[in-house]
């Protein structure tokens, strides 16, 4: 992943730590067109995977994003360097004085499937680099369905002080707190535009006609059918990680039980041979003996758990709004004379 390696070379143009967290981030209205027009064109109808770079700075509490720059598809030329290309773009955008801060990355999802490994990995490396860095999740599939899918994201305290360690184990995730619900953390978006774009959208909206737009349609039902599909899939998932652990947990008593008895014939055996006036048996590894089963990571578990809950939020959602829909349209028919 491109992005996972730009971000060892982040500290490059990193700039002063932040002394308060991020409440908030402000977007400026270009800069979403940016990342609609690359995710709409390079991810295509397939909802192929894109990414890109996030520029701007800090004011107080508030993250402003005030530029933003694809990454490019895979080359074909040999000699291309991806690492060169992106620092040579901040340079250049330095030149022409832009704001060429690094303060974070977006990336495309479909359906709202983001919550991966890879994600978790270049999030850590962005923030553990650049303190106020985040993570724009733009979704076209929801967007066209219904309106703008833009979320930020962060990763908590708990998440970057386990995530240092790489030990997702059940004492480290109990020592710190840390659970699925707070892996990551949404930060409000904002969206600013200026004064002139403000302007011309009034000049657009009083010469535009009215549309044929039914806004009492359920378009969101094949988006609702969709999510409840994948949440299907995604506790299924669920299922055969935590037998994985069941299976880890039987092999540890089996493996604990050999290893009580073989010690406890080992004591009966020594206080035998001490009646006989015999020296002690010589001492064991049983580490070597009765080798543990490596336990498995739970940070799959905890991504599938926290997806699990970006579906059901989204379920809620599309079924507020259908409900919702329907008793509207249901009040708005003319009732039958009695």
């Not at 308060?20 to 991810?43: F, N, R, Y």
């Not at 192929?48 to 490019?72: A, S, W």
């Not at 080359?75 to 030149?95: A, K």
């Not at 578990?301 to 939020?313: P, S």
Request: aromatic share 8%; hydrophobic share 35%; with cysteine.
């Amino acid at each position: 992943m491109l992005i996972f390696k730009l971000a060892k070379y982040i500290k490059m143009a990193t700039h002063s730590t932040l002394e308060t967290p991020v409440a908030s981030v402000q977007i400026d209205g270009l800069v979403v067109l940016k990342i609609i027009k690359h995710c709409e064109e390079e991810g295509g109808s397939d909802g192929e995977m894109v990414q890109g770079v996030l520029l701007g700075l800090v004011q107080g509490d508030t993250l402003e994003i005030t530029n933003c720059f694809p990454f490019p598809k895979q080359s074909d030329e040999e000699d291309f360097d991806e690492i060169q290309y992106q620092m040579e773009m901040m340079r250049n955008l330095r030149h022409v004085n832009i704001d060429h801060l690094h303060v974070g990355w977006y990336q495309s999802t479909k359906y709202g499937t983001f919550l991966t490994k890879a994600l978790l990995d270049s999030q850590y490396n962005y923030q553990h680099s650049i303190e106020e860095s985040v993570v724009l999740i733009y979704d076209p599939v929801k967007t066209s369905k219904s309106s703008l899918s833009l979320k930020a994201y962060r990763l908590t305290e708990q998440a970057m002080s386990v995530y240092q360690d790489m030990e997702f184990t059940l004492e480290s995730i109990r020592k710190s707190g840390l659970s699925f619900d707070k892996l990551f953390e949404e930060i409000p978006i904002v969206i600013k535009n200026s004064y002139l774009v403000k302007t011309q959208i009034c000049e657009i909206e009083g010469l535009s006609t009215a549309g044929d737009d039914n806004f009492l349609s359920l378009s969101t039902g094949t988006l609702l059918e969709k999510n409840v599909e994948l949440l299907m899939d995604q506790v299924d998932d669920l299922w055969q990680d935590t037998n994985k652990f069941f299976n880890y947990q039987r092999s540890m008593a089996k493996t604990n039980q050999a290893k009580t008895q073989h010690i406890n014939k080992r004591t009966a055996e020594n206080a035998a041979r001490e009646e006989r006036h015999e020296a002690p048996l010589p001492d064991e590894d049983l580490s070597k003996l009765f080798k543990a089963p490596t336990m498995p990571s739970r940070l799959d578990t905890m991504l599938l758990a926290g997806q699990m809950k970006n579906y059901c939020t989204e379920i809620k959602r599309l079924s507020s709004q259908s409900f919702g829909k329907l008793f509207m349209a249901d009040a708005l028919q003319p009732k039958p004379s009695s």
